[in-house]
Nanobody, 115 residues
Framework: QVQVVESGGGLVQAGGSLRLSCATS????????MRWYRQAPGSQRELVAA???????NYADSVKGRFTISRDNAKNTVYLQMSSLKPEDTAVYVC?????????WGQGTQVTVSS
């Protein structure tokens, strides 16, 4: 059984920072791409950032220069450091993990940025 669990969300003022974590556990022998998505009420799910097993990253234009994705392969964990947060960053942030066999999703963690 594979579990994907996000943590680190919360309420922060505009301009503040948060660090999200996504830990995977279970019968995972290798992880390819790890991603963070977000979904705000009434909006489609948006890819925020991704990182592959070699450490290459890509970001949505809306978060470039403010968010940093990283991973710890020994812990099968991916992080999202978010800085200079804006009210429009408010959303549920969901972790997605690709293994050679299938893709796994977490339940999400709420991030709320107040103005």
């Amino acid at each position: 059984q594979v579990q994907v669990v996000e943590s680190g969300g919360g309420l922060v003022q505009a301009g503040g920072s948060l660090r999200l974590s996504c830990a995977t556990s279970g019968s995972i022998f290798s992880i390819n791409v790890m991603r963070w998505y977000r979904q705000a009420p009434g909006s489609q799910r948006e890819l925020v950032a991704a990182i592959n097993s070699g450490g290459s990253t890509n970001y949505a234009d809306s978060v470039k220069g403010r968010f940093t994705i990283s991973r710890d392969n020994a812990k099968n964990t991916v992080y999202l450091q978010m800085s200079s947060l804006k009210p429009e960053d408010t959303a549920v942030y969901v972790c997605n993990v690709d293994t050679p066999r299938r893709s796994y999703w977490g339940q999400g963690t709420q991030v709320t940025v107040s103005s």
